[in-house]
């Protein structure tokens, strides 16, 4: 079946630092890959996606490529800010309606 | 402003209990779905909804009920049968066409319903 595994957090950064928090996948068929990110007290908001091998995800200063050959969609950021701080999900959807979500990963950026 | 709205944001129940959580959207979506949150899971498909009148069983659907009797309108119900319900529960709609959901993959969320047992 899909399943997604993402890097275990919490991870704890300073401002302007770089961020990469690692997801790889299993699917069959030719999944669709996203991000997710959830703010505190928030529901979850789509961050970027990508649909295709070798499609580049990005919004908000986030990049993510889908590797088929690695099975992998790391997600990264230059330079992170407080406002960063949040819950971010790897997730995957298949030939049916289900989106398979990661463990996710907690990111605390400090001032 | 369009969106999901989920009430109530906290909620209290003592075992033996069934409480029932609101979602509503105004998006216009068929598709509506229910997760459950718990620490360092992710999120688990409850259950799911692709058009009015009809609802499939997600992953961890025992213990939890749900109706489809408006469009905008997907209530769970989490009965005394769910053996460990404290969680927060989530929301969710999105874009099907003719009762096939998009594959594009976005889901649109409400902002949770943190269910308690005392």
């Known amino acids: 079946g899909n399943s997604v595994t993402q890097m275990e957090g919490p991870v704890t950064l300073s401002e302007e630092a770089f961020l990469t928090i690692n997801c790889t996948y299993t699917a069959t068929g030719y999944p669709s890959l996203f991000w997710y990110v959830q703010y505190p007290g928030e529901g979850l908001q789509l961050l970027l996606k990508a649909t295709k091998a070798d499609d580049k995800g990005s919004n908000k200063g986030f990049e993510a490529t889908y590797r088929k050959e690695t099975t992998s969609f790391h997600l990264e950021k230059g330079s992170v800010q407080v406002s960063d701080s949040a819950v971010y999900f790897c997730a995957l959807s298949s030939n049916d309606y289900k989106l398979s979500f990661g463990a996710g990963t907690t990111v605390t950026v400090r001032a | 402003d369009g969106g999901i709205t989920q009430s109530p944001k906290y909620l209290f129940r003592k075992e033996g209990q069934n409480v029932t959580l609101s979602c509503e959207q105004n998006l216009n979506h068929d598709a509506m779905y229910w997760y459950r949150q718990d620490p360092g899971q992710g999120l688990r498909l409850i259950y799911y909804s692709q058009i009015v009148n009809d609802f499939q069983k997600g992953d961890i659907a025992e213990g939890y009920s749900v109706s489809r009797e408006k469009k905008e309108s997907f209530p769970l119900t989490v009965t005394s049968a769910q053996k460990n319900p404290t969680a927060f529960y989530l929301c969710?709609?999105?874009?099907?066409?003719?009762?096939?959901?998009?594959?594009?993959?976005?889901?649109?969320f409400g902002e949770g319903s943190r269910l308690t047992v005392l």
């Open positions: 969710a709609s999105s874009i099907s066409y003719g009762g096939i959901i998009s594959n594009t993959g976005e889901l649109f």
